[in-house]
């Protein structure tokens, strides 16, 4: 009797991990966004911060430079399609498919910025966190003075319930060995 509850302890060991495994793989999706979508969630992050601006001394954002992951693949019409690359649920599983190019652009805001308040998705808080935390310490004896500042970023795109894009700046391990990482350099000057 012994050696008959042997084979059922085994197959019930591998359908507890087929199961494990099928629940965990179904919470994870790769997704991806068109390139307006992901531009026009930056520029809302860079206008939140340029608006917010007071403490001085007033840094005003020069450029942005960004650096995008994106996919290239051939359609079924022959069309090339050219996503963006994201993740919904677990960053950990997930495939992408397609080939990976790099594209990068500058922006350079123009103008006075927005007093319209867009939600903040990640990006908009980290920046205002290390520009307060710069200026805070800057105003502390002793004096120096500031005349440029670049802050670099690496981030991930998260597809939200609703369908929107947010910005992981923390679960970034596993989007890095799927080539589904992206990074800002936001340069910043002094107002005189």
């Excluded at 450029?63 to 051939?74: D, G």
């Excluded at 105003?139 to 670099?152: D, I, R, Y």
């Amino acid at each position: 009797m012994k050696k008959a509850a042997f084979p059922s302890i085994i197959v019930g060991v591998v359908i507890i991990i087929l199961l494990g495994l099928s629940v965990t793989d179904a919470g994870a999706e790769i997704v991806e966004f068109n390139l307006d979508e992901v531009v026009n969630a930056i520029k809302q992050e860079i206008e939140t911060v340029r608006a917010d601006e007071s403490l001085p001394p007033r840094l005003f954002i020069d450029n942005i430079e960004i650096y995008l992951a994106v996919f290239t693949r051939e359609e079924m019409n022959r069309s090339t399609s050219v996503k963006v690359g994201g993740y919904s649920g677990d960053p950990a599983t997930g495939t992408v498919s397609g080939t990976r190019q790099n594209l990068s652009f500058i922006l350079v805001p123009s103008g006075e910025p927005e007093t319209r308040k867009y939600p903040k998705r990640g990006l908009a808080q980290a920046i205002q966190r290390v520009v307060f935390d710069l200026k805070h310490s800057l105003n502390e004896p002793p004096n120096f003075e500031l005349t440029t500042f670049t802050f670099n970023l690496e981030f991930g795109l998260q597809k939200n319930t609703d369908g929107g894009i947010s910005f992981d700046l923390v679960n970034l391990s596993p989007l890095r060995s799927k080539g589904l990482t992206h990074r800002i350099f936001i340069r910043m000057a002094v107002a005189e």
